[in-house]
């Protein structure tokens, strides 16, 4: 069974390295390998577009990933990392003995600036440099996890519950792909964090209990030499337990193209309970990233400077027509295989005619893009140039508006009973007259 599962293994290798340098035959919808993580997310950060995902909302343990949210506090507690110190004590090392947990190789009585503290959490995941940290910022530990907390609500992380500040297992301390995008992506935005998850390689200087350490990155994929290492891969942190399995999250930057990548609770162990010779976060990650790369690209399928419809006009000094155009550039990432013309157009105008005066840039509607029945999105129509309005033709409307009018009708009954009455007055009048005048002129007689 054990030499069934080295062949399996080292076939696996060999495929897992030549897929990193030859590309995919055709476009795909779905990764060309089985994503074997319990959870997993891959999102564009350029367009916010999630490009995979599976299981993003179950709890897991996140691990060593935790200190990414303790990193995240010390950037914002502390202004000058250079010349604020802390000191290692006993109480700092009491939860690590004996677990066989990672530690960035940090004595006892050492006193360190908060950025040595800073790259031994993030390089070598030293858990001994997150206990330091959580209690000289909390201080103390329990106040520190407060903040921790407290700092997940702010983010909007809501199925997020903290109760160390380096990973290592509780029950109570779990997270989601979806929660860890979101704070991964926040950190991402801090320069300092940034610049720390990109290096490979840290040096702790000496001190009075030791002497000086060279810390080295357990992102694999970062490595050169390395099955795993692409070179497109910027960050960010991983993270190992028996009960969280594999886990890491990263970034990654290609020809303009920007991704985060969430992986958690990839298995140690294959189907038949034998340990993989490699790691499966790593694996499920660039097999991700490289498909990603090879399978979507961006199609631009609005420009603001090309109309595409007209719109009736009425008013108009000149033109009884206007041109409309996209309010803005509209840019989707879509499989490779899409072009414009697979992309749906449905224009939403007025049945009405505009009525003039109009402004170049005024909104008159919205052009909505589907494909394949669904909508990928929606962006407004404006006019693309100004239009006069004619006194003649609004006036002139605007008279024979009044005289359909209910109220134009009524008044206009009105008038003619009027003059009926008029009339038919000025006949009885006339006829009373005329009587009048003919028994005067019998009077005379």
């Known amino acids: 069974m054990r030499k069934i599962s080295l062949f399996l293994s080292m076939l696996l290798i060999f495929v897992f390295i030549s897929t990193g340098t030859l590309g995919a035959a055709a476009a795909s919808d779905q990764p060309d390998e089985e994503i074997l993580a319990h959870s997993a997310l891959l999102i564009n950060t350029d367009t916010g577009k999630v490009v995979y995902s599976k299981n993003t909302q179950d709890k897991m343990y996140p691990a060593s990933i935790t200190k990414i949210m303790t990193a995240v506090l010390l950037l914002e507690s502390v202004q000058d990392l250079d010349n604020t110190t802390a000191t290692a004590t006993s109480e700092d090392m009491e939860d690590l003995y004996g677990t066989g947990a990672s530690t960035a190789d940090i004595r006892i009585g050492e006193t360190l600036t908060m950025r ?37 609500q702010e983010l909007g992380m809501k199925n997020t519950h903290y109760v160390n500040p380096h990973g290592m297992f509780d029950e109570q301390q779990y997270t989601t792909a979806e929660d860890i995008a ?13 610049e720390a998850v990109s290096q490979i390689r840290y040096t702790l200087p000496a001190t009075d209990y030791a002497d000086e350490r060279l810390l080295v990155t357990t992102n694999m994929m970062m490595e050169p030499g390395t099955v795993y290492y692409r070179d497109y891969i910027t960050g960010i942190k991983t993270g190992s337990l028996p009960e969280a399995g594999k886990c890491v999250v990263s970034t990654a930057s290609q020809d303009g193209y920007n991704y985060l990548c969430v992986i958690l609770g990839a298995p140690t162990e ?21 498909w990603a790369f090879e399978n979507f690209a961006n199609l631009t399928m609005l420009d603001p400077d090309t109309p595409i419809n007209e719109a009736k006009v009425k008013y ?96 206009l009954i009105i008038i003619v009973l009027l003059i009926a009455i008029y009339i038919i007055y000025a006949v009885l009048v006339n006829q009373k007259n005329k009587k009048y005048k003919k028994i005067r002129r019998r009077k005379k007689l």
């Not at 979101?182 to 940034?194: E, G, P, S, V, W």
């Open 116 to 152: 040595d503290y800073l790259h031994a959490m993030l390089i070598p995941s030293g858990n001994e440099a997150a206990n330091i940290v959580a209690n000289a910022l909390g201080p103390g530990i329990p106040a520190f996890v407060e903040k921790m907390n407290a700092k997940a």
């Open 182 to 194: 979101i704070l991964a992506q926040y950190a991402m935005k801090i320069d300092t964090f940034r």
């Open 270 to 290: 294959d189907a038949n309970g034998e340990s993989y010779d490699y790691n499966m976060a790593f694996y499920d990650t660039v097999h991700l990233y490289d």
């Open 316 to 411: 108009g000094k000149d033109q009884d027509f206007v041109h409309v155009a996209p309010q803005e550039k509209f840019t989707a990432l879509l499989p490779s295989y899409v072009t414009e013309d697979d992309v749906q157009k449905i224009i939403h105008l007025p049945e009405e005619p505009l009525a003039a005066p109009i402004q170049a840039g005024d909104v008159v509607g919205s052009v909505e893009l589907k494909l394949k029945d669904e909508t990928i999105g929606e962006v407004s129509l404006v006019a693309k140039e100004t239009v006069e309005r004619s006194k003649w033709l609004y006036y002139t409307d605007m008279f024979q508006q009044a005289l359909g009018s209910i109220w134009a009708k009524i008044i």
